[in-house]
Structures are given as structure tokens and as C-alpha cells.
């Protein structure tokens, strides 16, 4: 292949230059990974309804995440461990998302410190925000929580669907272990003397506490004034727990089908949140299984303020660094763009319900 021309042909570059054990890792869900394939093949089930006869000479993609200007509604996701992709990984990752002028939603299990992260890209201020766990340790959530803050991160991004790991058999099968060079950067000085990455992500994952309840989203607001939101939500019911509880935001995912298989795709749940949250100031994300422009232009329809993507930066971190994480960003806003342009939206205002069909 001479020429990678969309997101697609990046997951099969990576596939032929990726350790066999790292694609698993990446690409792979639990169980069955029924809801791996349901996240991509529920975008395609949508169907869009263009107008015609408008003027689309100019498309404007920019909106607002959280009073944050971006240049399209598209954020990179938190995916543990880029550094598995190359060696740069969140680095590039961040000089990619600044580059573009979006999002990044950093890892608390980055490759580097949430320090570093923010110092590789100075040139977008209040475009970060830092994903976190509330860990048994209350005093190691605080102190994440407090140097995110200093770091200048704009937002909390809580994972409430990963309390307990889900099964993943690749992982099993390929007796998966973190390579002995590479750091989890956020929590190499609780364990200096760790032989291998997989020491130190053995103690982050045992900090996991699936005693966690709708209060522990309240002692972690209590940590900070930074806005909070709230990743793996799939129901009106717990969209309407999360509002009350003070969420400014919900990521309607389901972990990239990586905790529990058969649970419903996020195009398909996205629609019953966006319901839950009408009539308040809570921005609703989506995330699983978005591959192209059109996807994007379906999430925003349905109601979602913006997208994150993860597998596919991956991808593309691995087969070209700092520049493969551009490129597929470059190619999914085109996308968008022809996407907008052919259904007579000249801005992301204008891509409205009617804009899709069931």
C-alpha cells in the first residue's frame, strides 16, 4: 500500500508493524467482542438525510467543548499506554490534538506523566483534560486530582465502567505483559524499584475499588472546582444520576467493548442519554467505533456534542508517529466537511436531528 487514504487502512498498517501481543491488546474487546464489532457496525445502521440547494461554499466544523473553543467537534480518547504504539506516544499524541486544535483526554495509565503530557503541548492551553479512576487510595486520587490541576488541565474525565476489569481472552491467550522499558509515567515513583511495567500496572489496577457508588462521584467534586465528567454511561438512568450528582459532561461509551460483551453500542444508547440531559447544561460525548466523517456528522445528530476516538490514533501512532496521528485527523475532518457540504450543513449548528433516520 502506497497511500493510506482513511482510518481503515491505518488499523491494517498497524496490524503488520505491531508486536502480535500489543495489536491484541489494543484491538481487542472482552469475551466474544460482539460489542467491538456492534460499536462500528451501529454507526453504519444510521441512515442520513441530506438537503439540497444550500449554500455549503464555506463549512464551518468549529464548536465549543466545555466553554473551549475547537476546531471540530472530535477529541482523542484515553487509551492506556501509547507508548506501546511508539516510543513518543502521549507526546505525540498531544502535538498531534494541539496541532489540530482539539481535544486530548489523557490517560491516568499514560506512558508519561500527566506533567510531561501537558509540556509537550504549551501551545494549547485549556485543551487537555486528565482521565482518572477513584482509586481505594483516596489520597492517590487526590493527588492526581490536584496535579492535574497545577498542570493546567481543564476538565476531569471519570471512567465509572471499569471498576472491576472485564475478561479480555486475547490478553489471556498471548499471557500479555508490559514491556520491561516502558514507564506508566503518573505512578513510577510509588514503586521505583519495579522490575517491569507490568509491577506497576499490577498496583495501579489493585487500587481499582468496585465498592464505588454514586457518592464517590460526590467526594471526587469535592477534590476540585475543575468541571467533571463522566465516561461509560449508557442508560437514561444513570444519565439523570450523573446530572444530579453535578456531572458536566457524559461519555456515552462502553469502554471500546473491552469490559462487558453484548452490552448495547454506543450509537445505539446515545439517543436515550441525549433525552435524559435535555433541558440542561450538560454536554453529552460519544465514543465507540467511529471510523469515518459520516459517523461523526451521525453522533452529532443524534444529539452528541462531540466525538472521541482512540483505536484509530493508535493505529496510526504506530505506523507513523507524531505524523500518522495528524494525518488521521486531517482525513477525518475532510471527511466531515464532505459529509456536511453533501447533506446541506454549513456548520455543526445546522447537523440537527432531522439530519438522520433510524
Known amino acids: 500500500m502506497t497511500e493510506r487514504i482513511n ?22 474487546g472482552a469475551g466474544d467482542e460482539i460489542s467491538v464489532r456492534e460499536n462500528v457496525a451501529a454507526w453504519g445502521r444510521v441512515r442520513l438525510r441530506p438537503r439540497v440547494l444550500v449554500d455549503v461554499s464555506r463549512c464551518d466544523l468549529s464548536t465549543s467543548v466545555l466553554g473551549i473553543r475547537v476546531e471540530m467537534p472530535v477529541l482523542t480518547a484515553p487509551c492506556a499506554m501509547n507508548g506501546l504504539a511508539h516510543p513518543d506516544g502521549e507526546l505525540a499524541v ?20 500527566l506533567e510531561e503530557v501537558a509540556a509537550a503541548a504549551p501551545g494549547a492551553p485549556g485543551r487537555q483534560w ?8 483516596w489520597g492517590l486520587t487526590r493527588q492526581l486530582v490536584e496535579r492535574a490541576a497545577a498542570a493546567g488541565y481543564r476538565a476531569l474525565c471519570m471512567t465509572v465502567d471499569g471498576s472491576i476489569p472485564g475478561v479480555r481472552e486475547r490478553d489471556a491467550r498471548n499471557r500479555f505483559r508490559v514491556p520491561p522499558d516502558l514507564r506508566i509515567g503518573n505512578f513510577a515513583h510509588h514503586l521505583p524499584d519495579a522490575a517491569d511495567g507490568s509491577a506497576l500496572l499490577k498496583y495501579v489496577t489493585d487500587q481499582f475499588d468496585p465498592g464505588l457508588t454514586w457518592e464517590s462521584v460526590d467526594r471526587l467534586r469535592s477534590l476540585s472546582n475543575l468541571p467533571l465528567v463522566l465516561k461509560g454511561v449508557l442508560t437514561a438512568e444513570d444519565a439523570k444520576l450523573a446530572i444530579e450528582h453535578g ?9 471500546g467493548g473491552r469490559q462487558l460483551d453484548t452490552a448495547i453500542a454506543t450509537c445505539d444508547a446515545l439517543s436515550e442519554v441525549v433525552d435524559a440531559a435535555a433541558g440542561t447544561a450538560v454536554e453529552i460525548f460519544v465514543d465507540g467505533g467511529i471510523r469515518r466523517g459520516t459517523d461523526v456528522l451521525k453522533a452529532l445528530a443524534l444529539g452528541a456534542r462531540a466525538v472521541l476516538i482512540g483505536r484509530p490514533y493508535l493505529w496510526a501512532l504506530a505506523v507513523e508517529g507524531e505524523a500518522g496521528v495528524r494525518r488521521i485527523l486531517d482525513l477525518l475532518r475532510e471527511e ?5 457540504a453533501l447533506s446541506g450543513c454549513p456548520s455543526v449548528a445546522e447537523i440537527v436531528p432531522e439530519r438522520v433516520l433510524r
Open 336 to 340: 466531515l466537511r464532505l459529509a456536511m
Open 247 to 255: 456531572a458536566a459532561g457524559i461519555v456515552v461509551s462502553n469502554h
Open 94 to 113: 498531544a502535538r498531534a490534538a494541539s496541532a489540530a486544535g482539539i481535544i486530548q483526554v489523557v490517560s491516568t495509565l499514560s506512558s508519561y506523566s
Open 7 to 28: 482510518l481503515q487502512d491505518y488499523e491494517e498498517a498497524a496490524r503488520a508493524v505491531l508486536p502480535g501481543m500489543v495489536y491484541d491488546y489494543y484491538a481487542g
Open 130 to 137: 486528565f482521565q482518572l479512576y477513584a482509586y481505594r487510595d
